[in-house]
């Protein structure tokens, strides 16, 4: 894409639709005539009254404690310089658009029309009220210093300028990280640090704290070295001031240091620079939008290089996005009356140890890379990381308690934890308690389809994690060329190629046995041997023979090539006359179960009763209290036809036979899980009082266009399909899943692995 096109689609991406980036969304219900007496007059005399009462009630009854101001008077935006407060709004936008997405935080972004210190200071002190949090931004050196330990000491609510602090976490972190990578210590380093604003202050004093030794740092501003001969500059700036008298501009100081820092302006470093500096040096070119040196002119004169930009487009982003979002909803969370320094270096620490370890696959697909992993190009975890805000938001809770300047303190980490979660997106408590009891007991796994990069990372995920033990499946040059490609790394894990010589023995067991089977079923002894060089033959022949716990395959072929050879071999549990095909759905209200979503086409009044108790049995695997709702397009009764009919029948059968079973319909879905409309209508039905989680679709065209629909509109992650009734775990995937769905799966299988191994012990 070309500059101006680039420039175009920037312009249209504000623009477009409503403009700007941000909008207020009411949260609470405002339907009724009786919802909008309580939202205002006279409901809202009530909340009005109890603050006046007890003026710490804000917190209780109005938006303050997650609400933060975002505010700038536009004299320093970006590396863009002094464009006025109307120019700055799109970045402060941006920045409450990315508090809202990282960490759930609600931002008014103010520009002032206020460039001197009393003026500004005045305003943004009268704003108390109002907010949490101030995040001021983006005011140039040296009057954000004033402004900022002016209103430190006046305000009651934490302020931050994030183009200092928020900087200078993120650059100190990713300087510690850097330094480890290419072997330099901080005491030792020398550095070159271009410009001396806010943000380059700032970062100097955290250096200074991690150990850097002032003799060894040279800053520059627009008019060159700082040197104590100068009359320039004022005292913030003065004790950065150099005595080397060797160093006349940047060139001259360029040579030999370890680390360049830059926060100036854009493309003021050139590559003979770079070429200059010593043996495995470090650039953070953190200019904005611009970068001191672009990553590419960087990279290409140094291979030793560790390049960082501000960037998000490069590898290496070094930017206070990284902090600001969950350094703040730490402090909201325990309403910090500031962010002082204990909180400042929880934080550095926090990122600077997340970098090292292993990265989830979601950020590796967040970013379209593979294997991201502690090293050159990864010095400092990605925004997009969703373990930030757990690890920094937590440290920096934990910081403000111990420090002092907490007014609520949280004492159950777990929960805190489960909250912080739940901010960022789906509930997945499920799924991680499900992995967790993986864990506790992890199975092998056979893998059908081990010459497929997804199932590979898949693989190595749940060996890492200590999920499951993998098996691979499949032509052993191939799978290695494959790991080796993607340097995905599985040790010492069993790679069983059909037709090496070491399976011959095996081949002729599991042949026999399905020829056994099938002799009387049209299969002839050629046939059975023949069938065996397919994988899925193979692998439900290895769960049948105790060889593996548990079969995954389905990514690349449908499920009916996974499903007939598991029952020709496996077959179903005794007594379980068909299997099932079942989703679990991660949705907003929690996990629902949808069934039959995958096998039986329209099932008959007993294939229902069937169904609804495999289903419910199996759902107590993963849930303590299966509630389940037979759904039609009718309410008790409401409407005759086949449906209304047999499922209404189905529940008839199912409350004489199985009495204990929570069950209730024929019902509509809205009535299943909307408990209160279910109550007003229908006062009777054993579900009112809580939705039911546990759905039988009347047939399998319903069943499926439900979960898939939830998944693209309602936004709900699939899980599944989940088979049920076979009489070992095998379990199918979806056509094309990705890693994290596959893991998913994988957990699954294990967790249905330990439930079968209980059985056969009972
Ligand atoms: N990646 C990140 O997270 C962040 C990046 N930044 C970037 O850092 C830069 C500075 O921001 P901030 O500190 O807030 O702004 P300030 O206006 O406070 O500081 C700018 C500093 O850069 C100096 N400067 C400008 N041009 C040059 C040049 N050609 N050579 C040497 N020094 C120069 C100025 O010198 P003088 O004092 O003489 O005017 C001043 O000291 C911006 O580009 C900004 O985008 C800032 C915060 C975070
Ligand atoms: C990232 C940022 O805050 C800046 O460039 O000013
Ligand atoms: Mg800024």
């Given at each position: 894409m070309?500059?101006?096109n680039?420039k175009?689609?920037a312009l ?5 639709g409503?403009?700007?980036k941000?909008q207020?969304?009411?949260t ?5 005539q ?13 909340p009005?009254?109890?603050i006046?009462?007890?003026v710490?009630d ?8 997650n609400?933060?101001?975002?505010i700038s008077n536009?004299?320093?935006?970006l590396?863009?310089?002094?464009i006025?407060?109307e120019a ?5 936008e941006?920045k ?16 002032l ?20 949090g ?24 934490p ?11 993120i ?5 510690m990280?850097?330094?480890e990578?290419?072997g330099?210590?901080?005491n030792?380093?020398k550095m ?7 943000a ?15 003799e060894?740092?040279v800053?520059?501003d627009?008019n060159g070295v700082?040197?104590p ?6 005292e913030?700036?003065l004790q950065?001031?150099t005595h080397?008298?060797?160093v ?8 030999d ?16 620079m770079?070429?200059s500096?010593?043996p ?6 953190m200019?904005?939008?611009e970068?001191e ?9 140094r ?7 501000g960037?998000s487009d490069f590898?290496n ?9 969950f350094?703040f909803r730490?402090?909201?969370d325990?309403?910090?009356t ?12 926090a990122?600077?140890?997340l970098a090292k ?20 190009d ?16 937590s440290?920096?809770?934990h910081?403000?308690?111990e420090?002092g ?27 991680r308690?499900?992995?967790?009891k993986?864990?506790?007991?992890p199975?092998?796994?056979?893998f ?6 997804k199932i ?5 995920i ?13 032509n052993k ?8 490609e993607?340097?995905l790394e599985l040790?010492?894990?069993k ?7 070491g399976?011959?023995?095996?081949a002729?067991l599991?042949?026999?046995?399905l020829f056994?089977k099938?002799a ?6 050629y ?8 994988r899925n033959y193979?692998?439900?022949?290895m769960?049948?023979f105790g ?7 389905g990514?690349?072929k449908?499920?009916?090539?996974i ?5 020709q071999?496996?077959g ?10 079942m989703?679990?759905m ?7 179960f949808?069934?039959?979503t995958t ?8 294939d229902?009763v069937?169904?609804t108790v495999?289903?419910e049995?199996?759902v107590r ?7 389940v709702?037979?759904?039609s ?8 036809g086949e449906i209304?009919e ?12 199985y ?5 209730d319909g024929?019902?509509?879905a809205?009535f299943a899980?909307?408990?209160e409309?279910?109550a ?11 939705s039911?989680n546990?759905?039988i ?18 936004d709900a992650?699939?899980?599944g399909?989940?088979l049920l009734?076979?009489?070992?775990p ?13 893991v998913n799966m ?6 249905d692995?330990q439930?079968?191994e209980e059985k056969?012990?009972a």
């Amino acid at each position: 894409m070309n500059n101006t096109n680039r420039k175009q689609d920037a312009l249209n991406y504000h623009a477009k639709g409503r403009p700007g980036k941000i909008q207020v969304v009411p949260t609470k219900p405002t339907n009724s005539q009786r919802d909008l007496t309580m939202a205002y007059s006279p409901g809202v005399a009530e909340p009005c009254r109890a603050i006046a009462a007890n003026v710490d009630d804000v917190y209780k009854y109005t938006a303050k404690g997650n609400l933060v101001a975002v505010i700038s008077n536009g004299t320093a935006v970006l590396g863009l310089g002094n464009i006025g407060p109307e120019a700055g709004k799109p970045v402060m936008e941006g920045k409450g658009l990315l508090f809202k997405i990282y960490a759930d935080i609600d931002v008014f972004d103010l520009e002032l029309d206020a460039t001197n210190v009393d003026d500004f200071v005045r305003i943004v002190k009268a704003l108390e009220p109002t907010f949490g949090g101030i995040n001021l931004e983006d005011i140039s050196a040296p009057t954000c210093f004033e402004i900022e330990q002016r209103l430190k000491a006046e305000m009651n609510i934490p302020v931050m300028h994030d183009d200092q602090h928020g900087t200078a976490i993120i650059s100190g972190a990713a300087l510690m990280n850097a330094c480890e990578i290419q072997g330099k210590k901080l005491n030792e380093i020398k550095m070159v640090v271009n410009g001396a604003g806010a943000a380059a202050v700032s970062c100097s004093k955290i250096y200074l704290s991690l150990g850097v030794k002032k003799e060894n740092l040279v800053m520059f501003d627009i008019n060159g070295v700082l040197t104590p001969d100068r009359t320039d500059l004022d005292e913030m700036r003065l004790q950065f001031a150099t005595h080397r008298t060797d160093v006349k501009n940047l060139a001259d100081a360029m040579k030999d240091a370890d680390v360049f820092i830059g926060l100036s302006a854009g493309n003021v470093v050139t590559q003979d620079m770079v070429r200059s500096m010593a043996p495995k040096p470090i650039i953070f070119a953190m200019a904005n939008p611009e970068p001191e040196i672009a990553y590419d002119l960087a990279v290409e004169v140094r291979d030793d290089l560790i390049m960082a930009t501000g960037r998000s487009d490069f590898p290496n982003q070094v930017n206070n996005v990284l902090g600001f979002p969950f350094i703040f909803r730490g402090a909201l969370d325990v309403r910090a009356t500031a962010i002082n320094e204990e909180m400042k270096l929880a934080a550095t620490k926090a990122i600077a140890e997340l970098a090292k370890k292993p990265v989830p696959e979601a950020v590796n697909l967040a970013y379209d890379l593979r294997n991201l992993k502690f090293g050159k190009d990864y010095i400092i975890p990605k925004p997009m990381d969703p373990r930030l805000i757990i690890e920094v938001s937590s440290a920096v809770a934990h910081a403000a308690i111990e420090s002092g300047v907490a007014r609520t303190v949280i004492t159950d980490w777990e929960a805190y934890h489960e909250e912080l979660r739940g901010r960022i997106g789906k509930d997945d408590k499920l799924m991680r308690n499900l992995s967790l009891k993986a864990k506790e007991n992890p199975k092998r796994v056979v893998f059908a389809e081990a010459d497929n990069y997804k199932i590979l990372k898949a693989a190595q995920i749940v060996k890492d994690e200590g999920i499951a033990t993998p098996i691979l499946l499949g032509n052993k040059e191939k799978i290695q060329q494959i790991m080796l490609e993607n340097q995905l790394e599985l040790g010492d894990v069993k790679i069983v190629d059909i037709r090496s010589s070491g399976e011959v023995e095996n081949a002729k067991l599991y042949a026999d046995n399905l020829f056994s089977k099938r002799a009387r079923r049209g299969i002839t002894e050629y046939e059975a041997r023949k069938f065996m060089r397919d994988r899925n033959y193979y692998g439900a022949s290895m769960v049948q023979f105790g060889h593996a716990d548990a079969l995954i395959s389905g990514l690349t072929k449908n499920y009916v090539g996974i499903v007939k050879p598991a029952l020709q071999i496996i077959g179903t549990e005794p007594g379980v006359r068909r299997v099932v095909g079942m989703y679990m759905m991660l949705t907003k209200k929690g996990p629902v179960f949808f069934a039959d979503t995958t096998i039986n086409e329209n099932p008959s009044v007993q294939d229902l009763v069937d169904i609804t108790v495999l289903v419910e049995r199996s759902v107590r695997q993963f849930i303590s209290n299966p509630r389940v709702a037979v759904l039609s397009y009718s309410n008790f009764g409401s409407n005759d036809g086949e449906i209304p009919e047999k499922t209404r029948e189905a529940v008839r059968i199912l409350h004489e036979q199985y009495p204990d079973m929570v069950v209730d319909g024929e019902m509509q879905a809205n009535f299943a899980i909307n408990t209160e409309l279910l109550a007003d209508n229908y006062p009777f039905s054993s579900l009112v009082g809580e939705s039911a989680n546990t759905l039988i679709f009347p047939n399998l065209e319903s069943g499926n266009i439900a979960y898939k629909l939830l998944q693209e509109l309602g936004d709900a992650e699939a899980v599944g399909p989940i088979l049920l009734g076979m009489d070992k775990p095998i379990h199918v995937l979806q056509l094309g899943s990705s890693v994290r769905e596959i893991v998913n799966m994988i957990t699954i299988a294990v967790v249905d692995a330990q439930a079968h191994e209980e059985k056969l012990k009972a």
